[in-house]
T-cell receptor
Framework: DAGITQSPRHKVTETGTPVTLRCHQT?????MYWYRQDPGHGLRLIHYSYGVKDTDKGEVSDGYSVSRSKTEDFLLTLESATSSQTSVYFC???????????FGPGTRLTVL | DAKTTQPPSMDCAEGRAANLPCNHS???????VYWYRQIHSQGPQYIIH???NNETNEMASLIITEDRKSSTLILPHATLRDTAVYYC??????????????FGAGTQVVVTP
């Protein structure tokens, strides 16, 4: 299995509080992604990164920001969490040339 | 990226081959077929991919029709641990792209004893 960890694995927070999710990889892959998964919507891309300090928006980026200061870490921040951001969040990585994405175990976030 | 169509669900007996169909009639010449699966509460897992030739690895085989408008993922000897949602995805395999994958609803496969 690809070396991808996500932290925390579970989090419960209140509306309006900031939340940061971390994705850490040991594969030295160039590309990293954040997805959210909700019933009836499948997996949707939030943000992605194609290198250190290089990030771009996905299809559902409103309310989220990301940062990548090191190759191995990709942070997803909810500046002011809302109940609509209750979801399971998955991080993924890919080397680029090979293109297959490998996913982390997920973070279950509940916003009350 | 081309759209795919998969049956919403299918059952398979343990020990038998599971054949999962996928239609991608609008596929273009530079688009690959990828298969992923997601076991309940886990992250999606890459299975296999191919362009036009049949492919096989330790997990599965991928059969792509000659016109490339459909494909079949074959799990040769299904086990209970193969119960999962299986996603068929068609996309360009660029050498230097950010690799977005569009996951649809997939096929819920249930392997029964």
């Amino acid at each position: 299995d690809a070396g991808i960890t996500q932290s925390p694995r579970h989090k419960v927070t209140e509306t309006g509080t900031p939340v940061t999710l971390r994705c850490h990889q040991t594969e030295n892959h160039r590309y990293m992604y954040w997805y959210r998964q909700d019933p009836g919507h499948g997996l949707r891309l939030i943000h992605y990164s194609y290198g250190v300090k290089d990030t771009d928006k996905g299809e559902v980026s409103d309310g989220y920001s990301v940062s990548r200061s090191k190759t191995e870490d990709f942070l997803l921040t909810l500046e002011s969490a809302t109940s609509s951001q209750t979801s399971v969040y998955f991080c993924a990585i890919s080397e680029g040339g090979k293109d297959e994405q490998f996913f982390g175990p997920g973070t279950r976030l509940t916003v009350l | 990226d081309a759209k795919t169509t998969q049956p919403p669900s299918m059952d398979c007996a343990e020990g038998r081959a599971a054949n999962l169909p996928c239609n991608h009639s609008t596929i273009s010449g530079n688009e690959y077929v990828y298969w992923y699966r997601q076991i309940h509460s886990q992250g999606p897992q890459y299975i296999i991919h191919g362009l036009k030739n049949n492919e096989t690895n330790e997990m599965a085989s991928l059969i792509i029709t000659e016109d490339r408008k459909s494909s079949t993922l074959i799990l040769p000897h299904a086990t209970l641990r193969d119960t999962a949602v299986y996603y068929c995805i068609v996309r360009v395999r660029a050498t230097d792209s950010w690799g977005k994958f569009q996951f649809g609803a997939g096929t819920q496969v249930v392997v029964t004893p």
